[in-house]
């Protein structure tokens, strides 16, 4: 799995950093998982290498504008493109009526369905958002001035390492053997012998995880959704000089999203949705929000639109 930062920005937008989206693209299959979208996203997304038509699912952390403002007008392009075959969003209970709002407003209607998905009782319970053969979805509460929701994509253990060598040396030929044995199933040649998959494969590889927090000040839920995680996005709009600014508006500093990953267990942090207030042209410049997450998360890297950067 890969992901894009589509924008990195918080309230507003700046010259550099749009506001709030990012995609994540899965290792298995050619979809896409988008993750919040401000306005202007549908533009990101035309400048990046995402492909909006591969967008099946999208998940939203909370109603603030520059977390939804651009979704209503990127749910229009889509239907208009007539590519999209239907879209699962995932998001607080108010989400449903503003994006049906919007669209009947504009007397737009779109060529696919949509699905909503409310994750209040899947948060608040500990329950599986979503699940198929290789992945599963979790959310967690957050701790922001409105409701917000952080999601964990977990994908599911894969088979190990297949020793194509040691089949060519029992003389089985190369197809869609090769792939039933990868699997681990037992197959039965035409010459009368029988192998086991399990016995061509080496121990099963650990799935990937990547885990998305923003809104929030610092939270113990964040810390347990991103238990043992190989990626950690989370906010950090404030620069730790400005805590109390943070603590005021319910947003993290860079040090209490480092405590995140430490505390976690995180293999990797990436700091995001930063306040436009830190520029290159100001005291405090985005290079030393980095460093101030580093001293507590030395793993840590600083987030820039367009900047796509595997999981592990």
């Not at 293999?267 to 520029?279: A, D, E, Q």
């Amino acid at each position: 799995m890969n992901i894009t930062f589509l924008g990195t920005s918080s309230g507003v937008p700046t010259l550099t950093r749009n506001v709030s989206s990012l995609a994540l693209k899965l290792s298995q299959s050619a979809e896409v998982y988008l993750f919040d979208c401000g306005e202007g996203t549908q533009h990101q997304l035309m400048r990046s290498k995402i492909k909006s038509s591969q967008i099946k699912k999208i998940f939203i952390t909370h109603m603030h504008g520059d977390h939804i403002y651009g979704l209503p007008g990127l749910l229009a392009t889509l239907g208009l493109s007539g590519k999209s075959k239907g879209i699962e969003i995932y998001g607080p209970s108010e989400l449903k009526d503003f994006i049906n709002s919007a669209l009947r407003s504009s007397f737009c209607k779109l060529s696919f369905p949509l699905h909503f998905v409310e994750v209040e009782n899947f948060a608040s319970e500990n329950k599986i958002l979503f699940e198929n053969n290789n992945l599963k979805v979790n959310c967690a509460c957050l701790k922001h001035k409105i409701p917000a929701y952080g999601y964990r994509v977990s994908e599911k253990d894969k088979p190990g390492l297949f020793d194509i060598k040691k089949a060519e040396t029992l003389r089985i030929a190369p197809g869609p053997i090769y792939s039933e044995l990868q699997q681990g199933k037992k197959v039965s040649l035409a010459d009368g012998r029988s192998f086991d998959g399990k016995d061509f494969c080496g121990p099963p590889r650990r799935g990937e995880s990547f885990v998305y927090c923003t809104d929030t000040i610092f939270s113990e839920s964040a810390v347990s959704l991103s238990k043992n995680a190989d990626l950690l996005v989370h906010e950090s709009t404030f620069s730790q000089e400005d805590e109390i600014m943070a603590y005021e508006k319910l947003h993290s500093t860079t040090v209490m999203a480092a405590r995140t990953a430490l505390l976690s267990n995180t293999k990797k942090l990436i700091i995001t949705h930063f306040s436009p207030r830190y520029t290159n042209k100001n005291s405090i410049t985005p290079s030393d929000l980095l460093k101030e997450a580093q001293k507590v998360f030395p793993n840590t890297h600083l987030a820039k639109d367009f900047l796509t950067t595997e999981i592990k």
